[in-house]
T-cell receptor, first 114, second 114 residues
């Protein structure tokens, strides 16, 4: 069964550094998402992406965050200047459509900001 | 604002027994979607079951079934004939018109013991 793959599984970075989290969605999927889960807290929606643009974003997704689909396969989340509070598990997800098709999640990237 | 509440941080169940996880939500919408996701130690979020609010019939997927009480805004998950592989964190989630933008509860850790 096709899977959403995320790399790396664990990323350690220093505060103030830029970090890029990578995702390869399922090949025939058109909608892409990022979620995050701070340790001990709820999984939170960050952003949805379709047709090479953001379709919806949460309050968390401020100017420090950006997403991109640089080629036909990758979907990336960039954090420009990381803060300690950005430490979390980041999940990528994809779906065939906005309705009637479930999200398929990746295994997540654990980001640790020191 | 919609909120999803899971009041049971952890549930333990013996193999072959049944366990029920509770979930309540708050919304003023009439049409929406509810989900249960499973997150095993592998960290991948896997869709277990979904329910459309306009459907009165409770959804069932093999050993997993829900009890959807719209008036009470309750959406519980029943796992029958529990198996060791059911050990995971279970998240209840809510969505309105966009399946991609999910609001998650805090999760319930299910531990199945031999």
């Amino acid at each position: 069964e096709p899977e959403v793959t995320q790399t790396p599984s664990h990323q350690v970075t220093q505060m103030g550094q830029e970090v890029i989290l990578r995702c390869v969605p399922i090949s025939n999927h058109l909608y892409f998402y990022w979620y995050r889960q701070i340790l001990g807290q709820k999984v939170e929606f960050l952003v949805s992406f379709y047709n090479n643009e953001i379709s919806e974003k949460s309050e968390i997704f401020d100017d420090q965050f950006s997403v991109e689909r640089p080629d036909g396969s990758n979907f990336t989340l960039k954090i420009r200047s990381t803060k300690l509070e950005d430490s979390a598990m980041y999940f990528c997800a994809s779906s065939e459509g906005p309705r009637d098709s479930p999200l398929h999640f990746g295994n997540g990237t654990r980001l640790t900001v020191t | 604002a919609q909120t999803v509440t899971q009041s049971q941080p952890e549930m333990s169940v013996q193999e072959a027994e049944t366990v029920t996880l509770s979930c309540t939500y708050d919304t003023s919408e009439n049409n929406y979607y509810l989900f249960w996701y499973k997150q095993p130690p592998s960290r991948q979020m896997i869709l277990v079951i979904r329910q459309e609010a306009y459907k009165q019939q409770n959804a069932t997927e093999n050993r997993f079934s829900v009890n959807f009480q719209k008036a009470a805004k309750s959406f519980s998950l029943k796992i029958s004939d529990s198996q060791l592989g059911d050990t995971a964190m279970y998240f209840c989630a809510y969505s309105t018109d966009s399946w991609g933008k999910l609001q998650f509860g805090a999760g319930t850790q299910v531990v199945v013991t031999p």
